[in-house]
């Protein structure tokens, strides 16, 4: 029974160390862009966008397609880099393993 102790200790301690994960994660940030800079997005590790540029030179009323393609492929992009990093940091209290109850 003392090694069922250990593990739900350890469990807690894990569960303790995510919480605080999910708190630094809300103050990391990546960018991402499309366009050759021309749209820029920063993402939160919550995956929430923090911020978003366009560069007055993307925008032409007579090509909103263009305009509406790069912001979505900057902001897909910042979500996937914020996808990974979390996923990176996670690695890093799990030691690499999948489990389930204790994902982002």
């Known amino acids: 029974m003392q ?11 894990m569960q303790e160390r995510m919480g605080q994960l999910q708190q630094e ?4 940030t990546v960018e991402a862009q499309a366009g050759g800079g021309m749209v820029r ?16 030179d993307v ?4 090509d909103i397609d263009m ?3 790069l912001v979505s492929a900057a902001v897909n992009e910042g ?3 914020a996808q990974e990093m979390a996923a990176q940091e996670m690695a ?5 393993l999948n489990i389930p ?4």
Do not use: C, Y
Not at 41 to 56: Q, Y
Not at 92 to 96: C, W
């Open 3 to 13: 090694n069922f102790g250990n593990i739900m200790k350890q469990a807690k301690k």
């Open 25 to 28: 994660l809300e103050v990391k």
């Open 41 to 56: 997005v920063v993402v939160n590790g919550k995956f929430e966008i923090v911020s978003l540029k366009i560069e007055k």
């Open 59 to 62: 925008v032409n009323p007579e």
């Open 67 to 69: 305009l509406q393609d």
């Open 79 to 81: 979500i996937r880099q």
């Open 92 to 96: 890093k209290i799990t030691g690499g």
């Open 101 to 104: 109850g204790m994902g982002m």
